[in-house]
């Protein structure tokens, strides 16, 4: 006669509770060996010890009980090997998303780090930064800020780009020649986002990788300018392509008073230059 071990004995030698034992012999995955007729005591056999191992393996890569079930009756090879393929894909498609929130992290943490040293930054200096994807939503006349910036938030959330990850910094296009006179004069609004879309769109711009004349201006507050940066750009005969605002925090409840850092796109240097 085979020995039985009591409930208590299983668990213990196979590193599980009681109370899953009972609760695989209520839902019919692992019936006891023997139940005494008088004191309903459960009783298990040594090779059913290998049916917990399976049940403890497969349920560790994300399988249920009933899935277990099924295919402990059904003894069907193939049922198991297409789970796997599915939980394969599954769990791609999981370190993907971990993948991505790590860039989300590390985006922030620079984000935040940098939005610090606009805090005691004044000095006008080149940055090379590489290409920014974004959503641009143009002036439409003469719209206010309110308005581009209520109509980006409606493009960002349409069937097309409700996908994508909206990223920081928010920020406008300016006028450069405005902005030579210390005015403030949007032609879009933007924000940045993770990937460019494979759809095409007007409303996807993508900021070139380069050489960018920056400067910090606080161009929501009543009184700024950019006087050095306009002396320089004036010194040195600048007129660049593109002409950035974008936006950092100083505070997380107020965005009024959050510092901007302009910039401004450089031409390339000379190969012989660089």
Request: include cysteine; glycine fraction near 2%.
């Amino acid at each position: 006669m085979e020995e039985l071990y009591s409930i208590g004995e299983t668990a213990k030698l196979n590193h599980v509770s009681v109370k899953s034992l009972r609760h695989y012999d209520e839902i019919g995955l692992l019936k006891p060996r023997h139940i005494d007729p008088d004191t309903g005591y459960r009783y298990y056999s040594y090779n059913q010890f290998s049916f917990i191992d399976k049940i403890k393996r497969y349920k560790n890569i994300g399988m249920t009980l009933m899935e277990l079930k099924d295919l402990f009756q059904g003894q069907d090879l193939e049922q198991l090997a297409l789970f796997l393929e599915e939980q394969r894909q599954r769990l791609d498609e999981e370190e993907q998303l971990l993948r991505e929130k790590r860039q989300d992290v590390a985006w922030l943490a620079d984000f935040f780090e940098y939005s610090k040293s606009l805090a005691v930054q004044n000095d006008v200096i080149i940055r090379t930064l590489p290409a920014m994807h974004m959503l641009c939503v143009p002036c439409q006349g003469d719209d206010s800020m309110y308005a581009m910036d209520m109509e980006l938030r409606r493009i960002s959330n349409s069937p097309l780009f409700q996908d994508c990850q909206l990223l920081n910094p928010y920020g406008y296009i300016l006028d450069f020649d405005h902005l030579m006179k210390n005015e403030m004069y949007p032609t879009a609004s933007t924000v940045c986002i993770r990937e460019r879309p494979e759809a095409d769109s007007p409303y996807l711009f993508t900021a070139p990788a380069g050489r960018y004349l920056c400067c910090k201006a606080p161009i929501l507050s009543n009184q700024w300018d950019v006087d050095p940066l306009i002396a320089q750009c004036r010194q040195e005969n600048l007129r660049p392509s593109l002409t950035l605002a974008c936006e950092y925090l100083s505070s997380l409840y107020d965005p009024r008073n959050s510092p901007y850092e302009l910039r401004l796109l450089l031409p390339e240097l000379p190969e012989d230059a660089s």
